[in-house]
């Protein structure tokens, strides 16, 4: 069997086998599993095409649509939101003559005609054209997929899953009367390679990938994930390795042996555009085009004002009473405005993992989260180890008994033997607690804060890891160098270009609070993927105060008055409550820290007041000013409330970014729409901070943008449906009833204010950046992949430059602008002249 | 642009987000309201039963005895709890107002079961119970899964439906009697044949209606009901197969061997129903399982001849899982593939778990009374014995608790909750005590015995991870808790659109 050349026949097959995998492995999506919910575009395999290409592929491939509803566009020009005359143009354009009315009726017809029943967040599985075979080895697969994935659910796993998915899958195959007793997978090969060229002999080599493509699109859920963990490299990975070739090869065999003709479908290269695409993209735009307008004029009129007020008190910049750092996240604004209203406060946005790339482990943690964005590897490790005893003493003996009385619990309920009598025994609880939980949530959340409260938290009494001592965890040195702190430190410096530093600076992350949701983690900060940010903020915080640092901050420019205290918090979005770690300040720093938090306490009533009125209360629909405690308690009843399906509305309604200082908003009500990066020019002369702030930041608000807007425009594609009927599966993901493809994305109450009634708009982002235009053409191009993104329309970006009278400039394409001053249809390039400084 | 609108800050806003602020549904609120005062009259009827020993008939076609009276104010309770949380959960979905009526109609519905005494009426409702409930599972009417889910379960309820009728068509062409009361009074002399089809078809029907094994496929293919339909199923629906035996049991009682058949059909099923939990890798589908092994234990519990405790379970069980169905979205954790427990308990620590679970079965044994004579009381001690020791072992083994923590907190939490569990199954055995057949204690045999040694078997293997080696139960297990086909998302290549 094994000659020479056979060998070496198959060993070039092989290699090329698994080229023609990874060339078709590019269209597979990343599912992140949903404790760490990421924020990633559906689509970003397709973002190398223009957008209503890779919409229209995806379509075909995925079957998901890549556009809102007519009657979206129908509600958002009723109420205004798409300027008539932007939309007359935008169809001008395209060669549309009818008028808007005509023309969504005419998509209308269109999608009735394409489309089956109108269920808002649900597949309709098993369509007419489905091969019942394929749905026969789908069914299979997922039960051993969601078998073998499984993290930590079932109390008696698959068997042989150290050996890889497609050798246990071969290990109890024997016994799997569901699977065929034909084809390749009656006996399956040594090999996942030799199972697929045994499967794929009948077909031409040239069909292959093709092949390979849509088999990856069929479980599209759960090879996402597949991708991703196979990617991430994690400890269940290192366990229990998986990888796409071995599913495929498992995927292969079973549909030979259900006896599936694997010729794939003809006429999916190129995208089909349908003709209600073009109208539709015309509506998007003029949509977009209509936000983005308002918004532009409205940060240059600011930006106008600004320099004229700088001009004005030059040199007489005041020391604010303290400094506030938020995550650039569109929950910020909203409460950044309540805080700088309440006292002279200076307020901030950077991203919430405050630049620190790090695989973080709290106390008593048996797992580490990346908690940095996930276009970066984290670089170091950071634990949190006890520095007070009796604190410490006294939190393990409360957290030994509760994880005791868990795993009782836990081991009653599965042993058959005593799962009965503990029901009966602990019935009468479960009642009691049924009936707290559902008619007073509010109570129940006063008891357990206060129960919570009589345990330390981890941050009273554990200090972080913060030092570099030569030590690693796994491939990550454990801490932090000098040179690497005073990087990160004078980094966030720069990017948000600071010169004064007030008595307080305060870096707050933040975290959602929510009760029964498996998308918890999807309101946690997506900069720190999907975990809380206030380890990261309390990280830097000690950086900053770290003498040592301060010192080399000197030379690099930062003077740090000596009576600066740097201190960490945690921004609870659903409550907008602002805990601050204050242990460390020193007593000359009380009084400022007392006033800073009453005026925290103002802001928080204020600004759940604004947010209470905007998510569906039903009986608290007409707050008024006096009445912020209600509106505080009414978050509070929400983070508590385990029937509450839309604790908070996340980041729904993200439209716009913001990249400048802040004075070019604090004016403006941007709704918590925006996400707002400080950003100050005239301190970035080489353009350094600008490079890391597109390359960076926007592209993480781009992947949360596209997730919302994917996710509201296709919940039963894009989306993970309505929480009604969600199903927890494997701690990695949720079903859809009874169970089949992992759901992606958001679910439907994250996104819509009813089944039919979007809340989120689902718009592509559109950044607005304070800056020289030539700059911004200079950082372009060197980066190919955000020209690539911008060219392709994937998001916008408008210059609104400084020194050339604060006229805004258009991003066209192959880095040309257009006035966006002038009237939207007189469209001209501006030569790339020197910049003209103006002082 | 500008909005005044309170606890703003007035700016110019720039980009609203329009109001989508929808206004409280009428049906629900009404429907919420209504049940509620529902479970208020049930509680008043209670306590005037309980004070006044009153009871109620419309003689020939209604009776109100104690077990009405119980499951009034144990479904409408139920119904109450599911209804204020669906006024939440449920808020924009379009189905909300027809999901209010379907759940509020099974309340009605059941409420009536409980109080139908005419076999005919009772026929009826149980029928009624049935398709209100296949509704339910199938509230998402665009979604094709849950129409199919809904047609699976309504073909089991049909069929179980079909069952009662031929149990009670029988009883009737027997006996004469047209009412429930009236064929218990006469049960006695009930033989041969007929009694056999009528016996055999009222169980089988429980079964169905009890999702045991092997009828509990249409249990773990409900889950495209929303998740308050499944907790309404779960601590109500299925119940009703242990309310059934209990009906009937007159009938049932009169052959002691038919009886052993309900015990081993209910222990099969715990038993099954537990290890089908342990390979089930989503949290509805585990639940679902669980449930199936609970209804075991309960059927189990009947077939010993404990109605009462029988009733108490299955409203205790209905606290546990309806409780686990509406917290369903927050069993999930970031968990870690190692998990190693330190175990070392030592001589004294076993001394300890043994004497704390003997000292449970003596608390239980005392307070119940099930387990101090020799009957199949005993095998319902065992397994508080069990439960007890059980637990007490695995706080014992953890080196990490303080020693007071150690050794004193299973025997501090443990009797206390069997003491409230004697209390309410005092209580409920109380209220029930006009009915026929409350406890009727079979004799020991060798079925008992073989019961109480599998379950020990059983316990013993499951601790000792013997279950573990053998793929081929795993791939059985795996295979036999799996959903009905149709009722499966897979397809991805096209979809619903609104």
Known sequence: ?839 | MDRTMAGRTSKPTVGALPDTTAGSPFVPAVLTWLVWSLFAASVAVLVARVRLGTSWEVPGVIGVDGLTVLLWVVVAFFSGVVHSYSRRYMAGSRHETGFFLAVFGFTVVVMGLAAADHVGLFAVLWLAMGLVMAELIGTVDGWKQARAAASVARTYFLASSALLSVALTTLWWTTGETTISGIAAVADGLDGTAWLVAAVALVLAAMIQSALVPFHGWLLSSMTAPTPASALMHAGFVNAGGVLLTRFAPVLTVDATLMLGVVAVGATSALLGKLLKAVQTDVKGELGCSTVGQMGFMIMQAGLGFFGAAITHLVLHGFYKAYHFLSAGERIEHASPTHEASSEAGVAGLVTVLLTGLAGGALFAALTGKGTSVDGGLLLALFVVLTTLHAARSVVERASLPGPARYGAVPLVFLPAITVYALVYEAISGVLSGLPVVSAPTELGAVHALVAVVFVAVYVAMEAGLHERSPRLYVALLNASQPASSTVSTATEEHDEY
Not at chain 1, 193 to 199: L, M, Q, R, S, W
Not at chain 1, 621 to 642: I, L, N, P, Q
Not at chain 1, 667 to 690: E, K, N, Q, V
Not at chain 1, 792 to 803: A, C
């Open chain 1, 1 to 839: 069997m094994s000659t020479e050349r056979t060998v070496e026949k198959s060993t070039v097959e092989k290699s090329t086998v698994e080229e023609r995998i990874d060339r078709a492995a590019t269209t597979v999506g990343s599912l992140w599993p949903i404790h760490s919910f990421v924020t990633a575009n559906p689509l970003a395999g397709f973002e190398d095409l223009p957008f209503d290409e890779a919409v229209g592929q995806a379509a075909d491939l995925l079957g998901g649509r890549g556009y809102p509803s007519p009657e979206t566009f129908r509600a958002a020009l009723d109420r205004g939101q798409i300027d008539p005359r932007i939309l007359d143009s935008e169809l001008t354009e395209r060669g549309y003559e009818a008028d808007p009315g005509t023309l969504l009726e005419r998509m209308e017809a269109e999608a009735e005609s394409t489309s089956a029943t109108g269920e808002p967040g649900f597949r309709a599985a098993d369509p007419e054209g489905t091969d019942p075979d394929v749905r026969r080895a789908d069914r299979v697969l997922t039960k051993w997929l969601s078998a073998f994935l499984d993290e930590g659910q079932a109390r008696w796993s698959m068997p042989n899953r150290e050996a890889g998915f497609y050798r246990a899958v071969r290990s109890v195959a024997a016994h799997d009367r569901r699977i065929p007793d034909e084809g390749v997978v009656a006996d399956l090969p040594e090999s996942p390679i030799d199972a697929i060229e045994a499967v794929l002999e009948p077909y031409p080599e040239s069909q292959w990938v093709p092949v390979f493509e849509e088999q990856f699109a069929a479980l599209s859920g759960w090879t996402g994930f597949i991708n991703r963990r196979a990617d991430d490299d994690g400890a269940w990975q290192s366990a229990f390795p998986i990888a796409l070739e071995g599913y495929l090869a498992v995927r292969l065999a079973l549909l030979d042996g259900f006896g599936v003709d694997l010729e794939p479908s003809t006429g999916r290269d190129g995208g089909t555009v349908g003709p209600a695409d073009g109208i539709a993209d015309a509506f998007l735009s003029a949509w977009e085009a209509s936000y983005r307008g308002d918004l532009v004029e409205a940060v240059a009129a600011e930006s106008e004002a600004l320099d004229d007020a700088a001009s004005a008190d030059r040199g007489s910049a005041d020391r604010p009473d303290a400094q506030l750092v938020f995550c650039i996240d569109t929950r910020s604004e909203v409460v950044r405005r309540h805080v700088e209203a309440t006292g002279d406060y200076e307020t901030h946005g950077y991203a919430g993992f405050f630049g620190i790339p790090m695989e973080y482990r709290g106390y008593g943690s048996e797992v580490s989260n990346d908690a940095c964005p996930p276009i970066l590897d984290p670089k170091h490790h950071v634990t949190e180890a006890p520095a007070d005893g009796d604190t410490r003493a006294s939190r393990d003996r409360w957290s030994s008994l509760r994880e005791a009385a868990g795993e009782a619990v836990e081991t009653l309920k599965t042993n058959p033997a005593t799962a009965f009598g503990f029901v009966e025994n602990a019935g009468s609880g479960y009642g009691l607690a049924l009936a707290a939980r559902t008619l007073v949530p509010g109570r129940v959340r006063d008891l357990l804060v206060g129960a919570d409260d009589a345990v330390p938290d981890d941050h009273e009494f554990c200090d972080q890891t913060v030092d570099h001592r030569g030590d690693r965890a796994g491939d990550l040195p454990v801490g932090l160098t000098r040179e690497e702190k005073v990087e990160y430190a004078a980094t966030a410096f720069e990017l948000m270009g600071w010169e004064t530093f007030g008595r307080l600076v305060v870096f707050a992350g933040h975290a959602g609070e929510t009760a029964n949701n498996p998308y918890d983690s999807s309101l946690d900060c997506g900069a720190c993927a999907g975990n809380p940010g206030g380890p990261n903020a309390r990280l830097l915080a000690a950086v900053c105060n770290d003498e040592s640092v301060r010192a080399d901050l000197r030379d690099r420019g930062f003077d740090v008055p000596e009576d600066t205290v740097f201190l960490a918090g945690q921004h609870n979005t659903t409550t907008d409550e602002i805990e601050l770690y204050d242990g460390h300040v020193p007593e000359s720093h009380d009084d400022d820290l007392d006033r800073l938090r009453a005026d925290l306490d103002a802001a928080r009533e204020h600004a759940a007041a604004e947010r209470v009125g905007s998510t569906d209360g039903d009986d608290t629909a007409s707050v008024d000013g006096a009445d912020g405690g209600a509106s505080v308690r009414e978050t509070e009843r929400r983070a508590a409330d385990w029937a509450e399906t839309r604790p908070e509305w996340g980041l729904a309604g993200n439209a716009g970014f913001v990249i400048g200082p802040r004075g070019l908003t604090s004016d403006l009500d941007l709704d918590g729409r925006a996400f707002l990066h400080s950003y100050d020019w005239s301190t970035d002369p080489d353009g350094d901070a600008l490079e890391a702030i597109l390359t960076g930041p926007m592209v993480v608000t781009q992947w949360i943008n596209a997730q919302y807007y994917f996710s509201t425009v296709d919940n039963a594609a894009y989306g993970s449906g309505s929480k009604v009927t969600q199903n927890p599966v494997g701690n990695v993901g949720v079903y859809q009833g009874n169970g089949g493809d992992l759901m992606t994305g958001l679910p439907l109450q994250s996104v819509m204010a009813a089944d039919d009634e979007p809340y989120h708009q689902p718009l592509r982002l559109s950044t607005v950046v304070h800056a020289p235009v030539d700059r911004v053409t200079e950082v372009l191009a060197d980066h190919g992949k955000l020209t690539g993104l911008l060219d392709n329309d994937w998001l916008s970006l408008t210059v609104v430059d400084p020194t050339r009278e604060h006229r805004a400039f258009h991003y066209e394409d192959g880095l040309e602008w257009s006035s966006a001053s002038e009237a939207p249809d007189a469209r001209r390039a501006v030569p790339n002249a020197p910049a003209v400084a103006d002082d």
